[in-house]
């Protein structure tokens, strides 16, 4: 298993104490191109960050490749962010004053690679997702789909064990939307990268080949959805 | 370290005017801290001018009025020093610590060359004396020991009495080899001697027999100057001048410990008081210096905050993909060093211009007060310790104005920065 979930427990203490993860068990694969699917305040955010680390949690155990992440220094987390995880936000997020080779650069600047390597790398990923020309364009001068296509380009190119979206297409019209499901699921099929998405779209959620979903904290339902067939809106089509 | 500079000159390049309003403050703190430790230099320069002609050394003392009633003697007596004193004073009592003794006559009188006046105060010295003063000779020589045992009718003239006795616009040297008039004696010019600022009469120099046995001075003489070694420090010398006096007042029938009996006038420590208020200036310039580049610092310590406000989200991106909280520190403390040490630098450099426009001006002034010329500042610049000095300053300034919004930036977790707009 390269992640393994074992009754992980999340609350905030924000004045009322919010119990958000009530025992998550979830096992993911290699390869697997999985979609956490639920709706606002099910949890599924809290989720993400804990596998992003980005966040800690309670009780309970999470593995990623035999690895567990517990109790980790600032230091040591952002290490295995930084040589584990690719990431893929809503918003891109990507550094508004720098250009688009500069921002896919940055996963390895502080992998300590050096500056012509890492520029040739980037320069190399850029082109994969037919960025190429745009390499020295700052995003501001970029459409969404294109800001989307550098921040995949950032999370592969340390080259992860997994890539989390959270939202990838929440910030993009449908038809670019599906665009860049097409590229996930592409990712997936050809390089065998391992993607879970997190969504609250039922759309996005069918283009992937698992759907989990969440609701109040606690895992429901688990779908295979190799057919593609979970949308009620039909397979080939994102409902904006 | 070229990536650092490069994410740091994106960042400047960003907020220019702020970056530059905060720099201002920053080359005023050192511009204005050099430029004080210039002008307390230029000041401790010419309050040691004086200082500095002499051998550090040497003691002085003469004759004064007793101030108490010692030995069935009225206090207010006149003590007049002789050749006793000479002898006592260089005797084996001494001889621990006392090398040369020498001693001097003085009087007043006019001198004549050709048809030019002068009135002059004539000294008879001893030949060690040119070492004991640092008297320079620009021409000629000084007194010499034949001069002393043939009571030979010599004198050293200094460059400006001897000016004042030559035609105007006419060369010192020129005087050199010639006869002048002092009293119904005609004396020949030996030397020229460079003429000393911090005594405004004119002063010419002969052999210490020969005055005293034109002017019939008897035993008497002005005062005493020896050369001593081995007391180091004020307490030593302090011990040193009340055994001496206590000699002295003893034969003069007057208080051992009377210290207006006789005046003693040590140089040694005159000159660690001198350095003493020398050095306690020197804190008090770096104090005032400093406070006002602390203002500066604030600032930066100031816009780094801001910075670190405002890029908060950017810093939560760049943790998410794998900067450690090092690599966060790391940008704000090389950053607020930067700015700090560059708008220092421009502000040491034009500090130190303004040193060498201070020492081009009233660096070459001088007030006269009564007839002597004092300088106000000489040399004020600063030297190389000084901007060495400055520049740690600075590394620090910069390091402490960058830490706690380093700290900061750094502590701020990935997910609350990532929220952060």
Redesign the interface.
């Known amino acids: 298993m390269l992640i393994e979930l074992r009754d992980v427990n999340k609350t905030y203490n924000n004045g009322q104490p919010l119990h958000v993860l009530k025992g998550i068990n979830l096992n993911i694969d290699k390869g697997e191109f999985v979609s956490i699917m639920g709706a606002s305040g099910s949890g599924k955010s809290t989720l993400l960050?804990i596998l992003?680390i980005?966040?800690n949690y309670d009780t309970g155990e999470y593995y990623i490749d035999g690895r567990l992440i517990k109790g980790l220094s600032?230091?040591q987390a952002?290490?295995y962010?930084?040589?584990l995880i690719g990431?893929i936000?809503q918003s891109f997020?990507?550094?508004g004053?720098?250009t688009a080779v500069e921002n896919v650069e940055?996963?390895l600047?502080?992998?300590g690679v050096s500056?012509s390597k890492r520029h040739a790398l980037a320069m190399q990923y850029l082109d994969k997702l037919g960025l190429a020309d745009w390499a020295s364009h700052y995003p501001n001068e970029m459409s969404g789909g294109q800001k989307q296509r550098v921040a995949i380009a950032?999370a592969l190119i340390?080259n992860p064990k997994i890539i989390l979206a959270d939202e990838p297409t929440g910030a993009l019209d449908s038809k670019t939307s599906e665009e860049v499901m097409q590229l996930l699921g592409r990712l997936n099929r050809e390089e065998g990268v391992t993607i879970i998405v997190v969504t609250h779209e039922s759309g996005v959620a069918n283009c992937t080949n698992k759907i989990v979903h969440i609701k109040d904290g606690v895992i429901g339902q688990i779908e295979d959805n190799r057919q593609h067939s979970a949308s009620v809106f039909g397979t080939s089509t994102i409902m904006k | 370290m070229?990536?650092v500079f490069t994410e740091i000159w994106?960042s400047i390049r960003?907020n220019k005017l702020r970056t530059s309003l905060t720099g201002f403050a920053v080359s005023w703190g050192i511009f204005m801290l050099i430029v004080l430790l210039g002008a307390g230099n230029g000041l401790r320069n010419a309050f040691s001018q004086g200082g500095d002609q002499f051998a550090s050394n040497t003691m002085m003392y003469g004759g004064g009025w007793t101030s108490k009633a010692f030995d069935g003697l009225k206090e207010g007596r006149r003590i007049r020093i002789d050749e006793k004193d000479v002898q006592l004073t260089g005797s084996d009592a001494f001889a621990a610590h006392i090398d040369d003794v020498i001693a001097t006559v003085s009087t007043d009188g006019t001198a004549t060359y050709s048809n030019k006046s002068v009135s002059v105060s004539i000294e008879g010295n001893y030949p060690q004396r040119a070492k004991m003063e640092k008297i320079e000779i620009l021409e000629g020589r000084y007194i010499n020991d034949k001069d002393i045992a043939g009571k030979r009718k010599v004198v050293v003239v200094a460059q400006n009495t001897a000016e004042a006795l030559l035609p105007d616009l006419t060369p010192a040297r020129e005087l050199l080899g010639k006869h002048i008039k002092i009293g119904n004696f005609s004396y020949l010019v030996v030397g020229i001697s460079k003429s000393d600022r911090m005594r405004g009469n004119n002063m010419i120099a002969a052999p210490f027999s020969t005055i005293k046995t034109i002017y019939n001075k008897g035993e008497d003489i002005d005062d005493i100057t020896f050369t001593f070694h081995g007391l180091n420090n004020e307490k030593a010398n302090e011990d040193f001048e009340n055994q001496l006096r206590a000699t002295i007042n003893l034969r003069h029938r007057a208080a051992p410990d009377d210290k207006r009996a006789i005046w003693i006038w040590n140089r040694f420590t005159q000159n660690l008081q001198m350095n003493k208020v020398g050095s306690i200036l020197n804190v008090a310039l770096w104090i005032i210096g400093l406070f006002t580049l602390l203002g500066g610092i604030v600032g930066v310590s100031n816009i780094m905050l801001i910075t670190v406000k405002e890029r908060t989200?950017?810093f939560?991106?760049?943790?998410?993909?794998?900067?450690?909280?090092?690599?966060i520190t790391k940008l704000i403390l090389t950053e607020s060093i930067s700015i700090t040490a560059v708008f220092g630098y421009i502000g040491m450099f034009l500090g130190m211009l303004t040193c060498e426009l201070l020492d081009k001006t009233i660096g070459q002034a001088s007030v006269s007060i009564m007839d002597e010329k004092i300088a106000m500042l000489v040399n004020p610049t600063v030297g190389l310790d000084v901007a060495i000095e400055a520049t740690i300053v600075l590394i620090i300034a910069g390091s402490l104005a960058g830490f706690f919004p380093a700290r900061k930036a750094?502590k701020v977790?990935?997910?609350e920065a990532?929220r952060a707009e």
Do not use: C, M, V
Request: aromatic fraction near 12%.
């Open positions: 960050n992003g980005l966040d600032e230091k952002a290490d962010r930084n040589h990431f936000f997020n990507l550094i004053f720098k940055l996963s600047f502080y992998q500056r950032r340390t | 070229k990536d994106e960003r989200h950017e939560g991106i760049r943790k998410a993909i794998g900067a450690k909280p090092w690599d750094a977790r990935p997910i990532l």
